[in-house]
Nanobody, 115 residues
Framework: QVQLVESGGGLVQPGGSLRLSCAASGSFRPYVMGWYRQAPGKQRELVAAMTVGGNTNYQDSVKGRFTISVDITKKTAELQMNSLKPEDTAVYYC??????????WGQGTRVTVSA
């Protein structure tokens, strides 16, 4: 059984930083791992992802502020979030996808950016 467990969410003031971590377990081989987020009343959206080859993809709104790091071998992913803004408030989900397309999700960790 594949499981993805996130940690590191919480409450932070605007301009602050948080680091999210994701650890995956189970019998699967990820091709890409990444982070998505879903704010209240909005659709889930990609934040950042990294492939097994090291290619990264960031949402425009987080470029220069967020950094993703992935260890495909260990099936771990981290998201360093700096200069956080209130509009970054959302539930953040870890995602892992195999080359054949099967995707797995974590349960989500809440990030609240507020003064």
């Amino acid at each position: 059984q594949v499981q993805l467990v996130e940690s590191g969410g919480g409450l932070v003031q605007p301009g602050g930083s948080l680091r999210l971590s994701c650890a995956a377990s189970g019998s699967f081989r990820p091709y890409v791992m990444g982070w998505y987020r879903q704010a209240p009343g909005k659709q889930r959206e990609l934040v950042a992802a990294m492939t097994v080859g090291g290619n990264t993809n960031y949402q425009d709104s987080v470029k220069g502020r967020f950094t993703i790091s992935v260890d495909i071998t260990k099936k771990t992913a981290e998201l360093q979030m700096n200069s956080l803004k209130p509009e970054d408030t959302a539930v953040y989900y870890c995602n892992a996808r195999e080359a054949r397309g099967t995707a797995y999700w974590g349960q989500g960790t809440r990030v609240t950016v507020s003064a």
